[in-house]
């Protein structure tokens, strides 16, 4: 199985060291438990998006400092990839921003909180 990993955000140089990037968290973590695996990054953040759908069995969107509501390009885009892999049965996972984004793109809400961070 071949899972597409669209990376939107890069982890903070102060901390990418010692705790890698947001690919390699999730491919370190994955083949730790499934070795088999193999993994396909997009780099959202940069521009970089998939060019087929087809080129990955399942797709893990990672977590963002930006927000689901922040009208940047990139994060529009995101919205238009993630009805298409709904409308062709895609197997998909977010983690935190990634969760956000799907249940956005799929007609939910997500909003900046009152509250704010944390």
Not at 2 to 25: A, S, T, W
Not at 58 to 80: C, F, K, N, Q, V
């Amino acid at each position: 199985m071949k899972i597409g990993i669209l990376q939107c955000d890069h982890v903070n140089e102060l901390f990418r060291e010692q705790f890698d990037d947001y690919p390699e968290m999730f491919i370190n973590l994955l083949s730790a438990v499934a070795p088999q695996l193999e993994f396909e990054v997009f780099s959202l953040i940069d521009g970089e998006f998939p060019e087929s759908l087809d080129s990955c069995d399942a797709w893990l969107i990672t977590g963002s400092r930006h927000g689901t509501y922040e009208d940047l390009p990139w994060i529009h885009r995101l919205g238009e990839l993630i009805r298409q892999l709904d409308a062709d049965k895609r197997k998909v996972v977010g983690i935190c921003f990634g969760h956000q984004m799907i249940a956005q793109a799929l007609g939910g809400e997500s909003g900046k909180s009152d509250k704010g961070w944390g």
